[in-house]
């Protein structure tokens, strides 16, 4: 009788150890299936993280050194400029540019320039070499712009294409007084000169720059025609010109994004 208690006690301890082997394994296993699944997930954050981060450094712009060679051929002037991969290109800033000048991270993967601090000026030849070493070194810069420093009144001019509309353009003041002005003026492509400097009038503030730096109105408005015939007549959907520098008689195209 105390034999059959003895074995039949042992046989609930076997009963016991395995059933909480099998919990212990169980539990073991719900670990490793959480532990996976969770990995899983941090992949998939990670990997949505990546894409979302390569389309946003993509640029939707062409490059520039295209970009210029469209605005020299509508006859679109811009400052003096030359766009240079080599340290031993900078011996010709002096004699093509000139001191001060501006110079500019480019690379297909910078939209803004102040985002990599890619815009800075030089007014000698070993502050020009510094700013190039340092900008080199900066991911995603493939060319270095060098271009010529010219000051004035800031405009924004963008002529773009309008599913509902075709063609527009619009005026906008750029520089220190955007943060006062912050009026677009637009109108259909093609128009006249006649409407440009219309538009110019409908941007409050307009007369007091115009005449702080006696712009030739006539003028400024034959160049900002030249930027909507030039969208019009390569079926651009985009041109942006920030800034249109504006000095007297004077206008440049300084930085230029166009959308082909």
Known sequence: MVKKKV???????????????????????????????????????????????TAKEKSPYINEEKAFTILKNSKIPTPSYMFITKETDLSNIEKKIGYPCLIKSIGKSIIRKSDVNGVKTADNYDKALKIFKEMKKTRGVDKILIQEQVKGEELIITASKNPNFGHVISIAIGGKYAKFVKQISVRILPTSQKEIKKMLHELSGWSIIKSASRINENALSEEILKI????IKKDLNEMIIDPLMCKKDNFFAVDVKIKE
């Open 228 to 231: 909507g015939k030039a969208t």
């Open 7 to 53: 074995i039949k006690k042992a046989a609930k301890k076997k009963v016991i150890k395995k059933a909480t082997k099998k919990k212990a394994i169980k539990k073991t296993t719900k670990k490793k299936v959480i532990k996976k699944a969770t990995k899983k997930k941090v992949i998939k954050k990670s990997s949505g993280k990546s894409k979302r981060r």
